[in-house]
Structures are given as C-alpha cells and as structure tokens.
C-alpha cells in the first residue's frame, strides 16, 4: 500500500504558533499561512492562532496547542535573522528541535516555516515579499501531514 496525504484541508482544525521577534517578517509569514489554509479549504472558524515572544518560545506553545486534542496540525512561524543575533545557531536548533519534540511526543503534526536567514531582506524574500511564502508552504505541508495521518490510521489510501 502506498499513502499520500492530500493537500485538501476541509474540515480540518489547525493551529498557528507565530513569533512576534522580526514581526514585520512574521505577519507576512501568517498571512500566507492563513491565505493558503483558506485556499486549501480550512474554514477561518478552524484555525488558531497563538503569538509568542521570539522563535524560542514557539515548541511550547506548539505543545501545549497540540497536547489539547483539538487540533490536526500546527504550523509554527518564525524568523530568525542571523546579523541581528549572536546566538542565532542556539535560537533557531532550540526551536526547530523543539518543534520536532513535540511532534514526536504529541503525535500531531507540527511543521515548521522557521526562517533562518543571514539578512532581513533574505527572510522578507522567503516570507512572499517577491516570490514564495515559506508560510504558506508550511501550512500545506501541515494539511498533507494530517491528511495521511488519517489516511495511515484509517489503512486506506
Ligand atoms: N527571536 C526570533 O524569533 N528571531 C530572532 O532573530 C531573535 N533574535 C534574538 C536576539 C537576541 C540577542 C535575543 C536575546 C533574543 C532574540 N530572539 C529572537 C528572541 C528569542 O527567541 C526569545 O524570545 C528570547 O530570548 C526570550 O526567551
């Protein structure tokens, strides 16, 4: 049997954990996510969304999101920007780790559209200001991953 998860999200509830650090990056980054759920079929009424200080705080609220039951995927936004923080390489392993932990230990899916860049002008690029939103792709990312889930429980394709 191969499984596939679809990029259909109706009916699916899902969360949004957003960092408020580089803001102007990260409203960008949620207004792609939230355009593609809408675009993939998740009613407004679904989605969530739970602001935090900086990406270093994001797998808790991911947990404690995704520890309720209510959600079928998390989508986790932030953007870390290497020339304005010393320890950069310590924010961003914490928070992508700490995503992965917490998928692991909840069973949810939790996907990450966690910016690492060296300049802000390469994280605004990422985040739709030219070209691609890495919002966007995670929140679709987040609708295959809870599809096939379903897909793999339910022993059907
Ligand atoms: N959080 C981010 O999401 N992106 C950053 O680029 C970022 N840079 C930081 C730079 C410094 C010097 C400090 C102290 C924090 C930074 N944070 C950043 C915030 C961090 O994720 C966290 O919110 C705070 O350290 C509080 O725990």
């Not at 675009?39 to 200080?53: E, I, K, N, S, T």
Request: with cysteine; glycine share 12%; proline share 3%.
């Amino acid at each position: 049997m191969i499984f596939e998860g679809t990029p259909t999200g109706e009916g699916l509830h899902v969360a949004i954990v957003v960092a408020r650090w580089n803001a102007l990056i990260t409203r960008a980054l949620l207004d792609g996510a939230t355009d593609a759920l809408r675009r993939h079929g998740v009613a407004d009424a679904d989605v969530d969304v739970a602001w935090v200080p900086g990406s270093f705080e994001i797998p808790l609220a991911a947990r404690w999101l995704a520890g309720t039951g209510r959600y079928d995927a998390v989508v986790c936004l932030g953007a870390v920007i290497r020339g304005a923080t010393p320890h950069f390489d310590h924010i961003a392993a914490a928070a992508m780790q700490g995503v992965a932990a917490a998928a692991r230990e909840t069973g949810v899916p939790i996907t990450a559209g966690i910016l690492t860049t060296d300049t802000a002008d390469q994280a605004l690029e990422r985040a739709g200001i030219k070209g691609g939103n890495k919002g966007a792709e995670a929140a679709v990312a987040a609708i295959e991953m809870a599809t096939l889930g379903r897909r793999i429980a339910e022993g059907r394709r």
